[in-house]
Structures are given as structure tokens and as C-alpha cells.
């Protein structure tokens, strides 16, 4: 980069240019989810500021080093190592697909890392308190408010199947069906896949299916979980009514939708599920995706061990 960073160039930024043509490519070619999509043109755009404020506009004066520059203002204004690793994810998509529609002759972000990601291991409940929370949501519904039925049982199907929430809120009345007790899901990329659910969650739906109606409206359509004008049910409607829940467990961890999710899976490898059927459940493209839950499991037991064994 050539440019001296002070002068900020008024010409128009390739990249932004190209934005609409590489958004077409995500969701029409690659099949790419409505959140990665607005991830990713969000990224974008800010590596576009970055590199106009530089005073670099042209695609083909983009380099290696302007990108590394990027994310290393990332980096220092903060952000978090997986925020990072997506903008560097972006940054190559874009790139590649930049030189293969014949936009630039070289790919900048060919040799573009992203940082190594940190090994938090996420939060989980116990069975018994996974156990205590579903009953708090079951006692919560007796008094048949339709809501308090619905939150009921969205978390008895999120924590028996272990969708993920944008999963769960995407539901149509078809694609549940309880005389089999399985649920079909589009999850990321558009792919579908059929996960069983429990009793304990069926007659949870059973339940909130003979109350969806008081909530129905014109702007229902075939949505499975309606909010209380009768529209799609919001993810942070999930959120919330799970973390006034939580907040009755003292002794548990802080957690929202995604931790349901988390636990399930924790809990099926705890009962000796198979880690393959496991991660075909939760829709992991990558079985390495799902062995952070063989971590969860083994970082339990050396907690119980340790607190139990005299010798430990």
C-alpha cells in the first residue's frame, strides 16, 4: 500500500461497486443463510472504509498487507477473535470470487489467516437443572395463557431436539409432526434434515397447538409459534422468556437459546449417543463442530471427580 493513510480518497470504492453482484453470488450460487449473507456485506463495507480512508479504491490495488492492516485495527479496537475470523472469511470469499468472475488477476487474501480461535468451552446445564427449568416453563403454563403454553413448549423442542433457535422461530404448523414425534428444519445453507423429539416435548406441543389459535391472525400464515399480534414469534422473544426462567435457578449458568442447544447435545453423549448421530442432529457440516461437546462431557466428569474422590 502506497497511499499515505491520511489521504482519504473521494473516488468510488470498487469493493461497495461489487457488493451487489457478490451479495447475488452468496445467495443464489452458494445457498448462503439470510444472518451470513448480512455478516458478511456488513464485514465488507467496513473493509471498504478501511481501504478508502487508506486512499485505496481499485480492487487490483488491494494486497495482502492492506488486509492484514484491517484486521489488525479489528483486532486493536477489540473485537472478538471469531468476529475477526469471520471478516478474514468474508475477506476470501469475496476475493476469490473476485478473481474467478475476472474482476482482479491476483487474490490478495489467498494467504489471508485468521486467528486462531480460543478453546471456551460453552455453557451447559445439568440434567437435573435442564429438568428444573422445563418444569419451571411446564408450572409457568398451567394458568393456560396462551404465551405462557407457547414459551413452554418452544423449550421443551429446543432442548429434546437440539435446533437451533432461527430454527425453531422458521417452524410452519407442517413441518411438526406429532403422531411420529419429529420435526423437520431448513438449517444453514438451506439444507433440511428430520430431528425426533421426546414425549415430554409432544404433549408440550399438543398443548400450545389446541391454544394457537387464540392468537391467530391474518398475519399468521402457517407459522408454528405466533407472538401476541399473531406474527412469526421473534428469536429474542425465545431469549427472553428463557432468561426470566434461568434467573429462578440461582446454581445455574447464565445462558440463552444456543445453551438449550449445548445441553442437549452434552447430554445425548452423556447417555452414549454416537457422535455421527449426534452431529447429523444438529446439522454440524463438520464432526469436529460437534467433539467440542466430547470436551464439555470430559471436563464435567473431571469436576465431579475431583470434588468427589478423596485422592483426587
Do not use: C
Not at 434467573?247 to 454416537?274: F, I, K, N
Amino acid at each position: 500500500m502506497t497511499s499515505d493513510a491520511s489521504d482519504v480518497s473521494t473516488a468510488p470504492s470498487e469493493v461497495l461497486e461489487s457488493l451487489p453482484a457478490f451479495e447475488r453470488h452468496l445467495r443464489f450460487e452458494k445457498g448462503r443463510s439470510e444472518h451470513t449473507v448480512r455478516a458478511y456485506l456488513t464485514d465488507l463495507h467496513g473493509l471498504a472504509d478501511f481501504l478508502s480512508n487508506a486512499g485505496v479504491t481499485a480492487l487490483a490495488d488491494i494486497g495482502l498487507a492492506d488486509l492484514r492492516s484491517w484486521l489488525a485495527e479489528q483486532d486493536r479496537a477489540g473485537a472478538a477473535r471469531t468476529s475477526i475470523a469471520r471478516r478474514a472469511a468474508a475477506a476470501r470469499g469475496f476475493f476469490r470470487w473476485a478473481r474467478r468472475t475476472g474482476r482482479i488477476e491476483v487474490d490478495p487474501a489467498l494467504r489471508l489467516v485468521s486467528p486462531a480461535r480460543g478453546h471456551h468451552l460453552p455453557a451447559v446445564l445439568r440434567r437435573q437443572e435442564a429438568d428444573e427449568l422445563l418444569t419451571l416453563a411446564g408450572t409457568a403454563a398451567d394458568d393456560s395463557d396462551p404465551v405462557r403454553v407457547r414459551d413452554h413448549a418452544m423449550l421443551e423442542l429446543l432442548y429434546a431436539s437440539g435446533i437451533r433457535v432461527g430454527e425453531l422461530v422458521g417452524l410452519d404448523v407442517d413441518d411438526v409432526d406429532l403422531s411420529t414425534g419429529v420435526v423437520r428444519v431448513i438449517g444453514k445453507g438451506d439444507k433440511e434434515r428430520t430431528v425426533p423429539f421426546g414425549v415430554p416435548a409432544a404433549d408440550a406441543m399438543h398443548r400450545w397447538i389446541s391454544h394457537r389459535p387464540t392468537l391467530v391472525t391474518p398475519a399468521s400464515g402457517a407459522a408454528m409459534f405466533l407472538g401476541r399480534r399473531g406474527g412469526r414469534v421473534d428469536p429474542r422473544t425465545v431469549r427472553t422468556s428463557l432468561t426470566a426462567l434461568v434467573r429462578e435457578m440461582p446454581q445455574a449458568p447464565a445462558l440463552g437459546p444456543h445453551g438449550l442447544r449445548h445441553s442437549a447435545a452434552t447430554h445425548l453423549l452423556e447417555g452414549g449417543a454416537d457422535l455421527r448421530m449426534v452431529q447429523e442432529l444438529l446439522g454440524h457440516a463438520s464432526l469436529s463442530t460437534t467433539q467440542i461437546y466430547t470436551h464439555v462431557s470430559v471436563e464435567r466428569l473431571r469436576a465431579s471427580y475431583t470434588q468427589a474422590h478423596p485422592r483426587a
